[in-house]
């Protein structure tokens, strides 16, 4: 079973960048999967911020982050990474990896989760 372990999350100052990474291990990701990169903020929902389709480089972003996030990911690696620049405090969330079957921004698409990887943001 595919197990998905973020890390890169940190404290960073306004302005500044960070690169998120999520592993995927125990198994093998099809190449039907999309990845998604989604967060929470204390006292919110979880959101919905970029995905990418494992078999391809089509991607979509929230319009929050549009322009400041990129997705990527490195097949032979089992990894999807999520740059992220010009952070806001707003951005301030713990940072979820997520596996899914369809092209959604909805949460509940997804099936496999990792634990998260808080990002703060300092103004």
């Known amino acids: 079973q595919v197990q998905l372990e973020e890390s890169g999350g940190r404290s960073v100052q306004a302005g500044g960048s960070l690169r998120l990474s999520c592993t995927a291990s125990?198994?093998?990701?099809?190449?039907?999967?999309?990845m998604g990169w989604f967060r929470q903020a204390p006292g919110k929902e979880r959101e919905f911020v970029a995905l990418?389709?494992?078999?391809?480089?089509?991607?979509r972003y929230a319009d929050s982050v549009a322009g400041r996030f990129t997705i990527s990911k490195d097949k032979a690696e089992n990894t999807v990474y999520l740059q992220m620049s010009a952070l806001k405090t707003e951005d301030t969330a713990v940072y979820y990896c997520?596996?899914?079957?369809?092209?959604?921004?909805?949460?509940?698409?997804?099936?496999?989760w990792g634990q998260g990887t808080q990002v703060t943001v300092a103004s």
């Open positions: 990418i389709r494992w078999s391809s480089s089509t991607t």
């Open positions: 125990g198994g093998r990701v099809y190449s039907s999967s999309v």
């Open positions: 997520a596996r899914g079957s369809q092209y959604s921004t909805d949460p509940t698409s997804y099936f496999t």
